[in-house]
């Protein structure tokens, strides 16, 4: 499909502060904290937005990126993120992940996935402000040959506890993981077609609530495409249920 709004305005040009805590086995930790000694170039993704998708310059491409990935085990990580500028602050407390792949491309963005396995995570996302208002722009083609092939054949969720708070509209969602197995025996983007062989979800919990907002957000125009989307197509042979609960609470409603 082609794409009819996207956002345009930023905060000014991209910069970065980091640090990176490196904890080793031995006990001793470093730290890598960015300077003015860091170098930096324009790449190829000229805009990117959550709401008005992403521009690709590839002739901005940086050469030598390249590189191959067979497995990644990480354990005990933790990451804390803070943006005061646009209200995006997050934590996460990682447990154990493990990924090992099938086929890593990033020249042709394929990514075949064998297992992916996240365990004893705690992670937490909150938006203190809302994002810019939508503007109207000329319309912008999608450039198909940067679509992205992705399959899998196994997730395994484990108690996984994650949290998100947009305190300017007062939304509050939780969500207790206690185990998600997936195994599928085709997942094709491109075509909007997922088959599942099993989906077992047990022991999960999941809550929203709606508290009063500060920002009242004004209705938007809708905007008409006349290019009909492709329906997707799922398939499943086994799926289970059990102990799992939703709540769901609008305190800014009389009860």
Do not use: C
Request: no cysteine; glycine share 8%.
């Amino acid at each position: 499909g082609e794409r009819y709004r996207k956002l345009s305005g930023a905060y000014g040009y991209p910069k970065l502060k980091l640090r990176l805590q490196v904890g080793y086995n031995v006990g001793s930790v470093q730290d890598f904290v960015s300077s003015e000694n860091w170098k930096g170039a324009p790449g190829p993704i000229t805009f990117s937005s959550i709401y008005g998708g992403e521009d690709y310059n590839a002739n901005l491409e940086q050469k030598g990126w390249n590189f191959s990935l067979e497995a990644i085990t990480l354990e005990k990580i933790r990451v804390q993120y803070r943006d005061l500028l646009q209200g995006n602050l997050a934590n996460l407390n990682l447990g154990n992940f493990e990924l090992e792949m099938n086929e890593f491309d990033l020249g042709n963005n394929v990514y075949g996935v064998k297992d992916i396995l996240l365990a004893n995570t705690r992670g937490s996302f909150e938006q203190t402000k809302l994002p810019p208002p939508p503007t109207m722009k000329d319309t912008v083609a999608i450039d198909s040959s940067a679509a992205l092939i992705f399959s899998m054949e196994s997730l395994n969720l484990e108690n996984v506890h994650l949290n998100y708070e947009q305190s300017a509209l007062g939304q509050v969602m939780r969500l207790d993981l206690g185990q998600v197995r997936v195994n599928a025996k085709k997942i094709d983007l491109q075509n909007n077609e997922i088959d599942l062989s099993t989906f077992v979800l047990q022991q999960t919990f999941l809550a929203y609530h709606q508290n009063e907002a500060d920002t009242v957000l004004m209705a938007e125009e809708k905007v008409k495409d006349d290019e009909e989307s492709q329906p997707w197509k799922i398939t499943l042979d086994e799926l289970e249920f059990s102990g799992n609960s939703v709540q769901i609470f609008d305190f800014t409603q009389p009860h």
